[in-house]
């Protein structure tokens, strides 16, 4: 047997991903609770590469974001759509936020 006999619990994209990796020079077993992979989180979200725009009120979380952004569209380019329509809604009542700051946090990415 080669390497180490490695679990990688959760098919998710970072679990697949992870898996894929350490199976070129280890024995990798991959744990999925669901009857397939990419069936939770990773299945179901908005399909959107994250940028920050949802959170204007945490900056540590927006630059986070954006730094790891390049590196993630490096890795899964051939699943990222490239020139799609993209809206970004907010509540009209008791939001945290408001139109105007995610408009000035979006204006600010297109600038930088």
Do not use: W
């Not at 047997?1 to 679990?7: C, L, Q």
């Not at 920050?52 to 390049?70: A, D, N």
């Not at 809604?89 to 139109?99: F, G, L, V």
């Amino acid at each position: 047997m080669r390497g180490k006999r490695i679990a990688v619990i959760g098919g998710g994209i970072y679990g697949i991903t992870i898996a894929s990796v350490l199976s070129a020079s280890n024995k990798v077993t991959l744990f999925e609770k669901n009857d397939d992979i990419l069936s939770a989180a990773s299945g179901i979200n908005q399909f959107r590469l994250h940028r920050g725009y949802h959170y204007p009120r945490s900056p540590k979380t927006v630059i986070s974001s954006l730094k790891s952004e390049k590196s993630f569209a490096q890795e899964y380019r051939p699943a990222i759509m490239a020139n799609t329509e993209n809206y970004y809604c907010i509540a009209k009542e008791k939001s945290k936020t408001s139109q105007k700051k995610v408009l000035g946090e979006i204006q600010t990415r297109i600038q930088s």
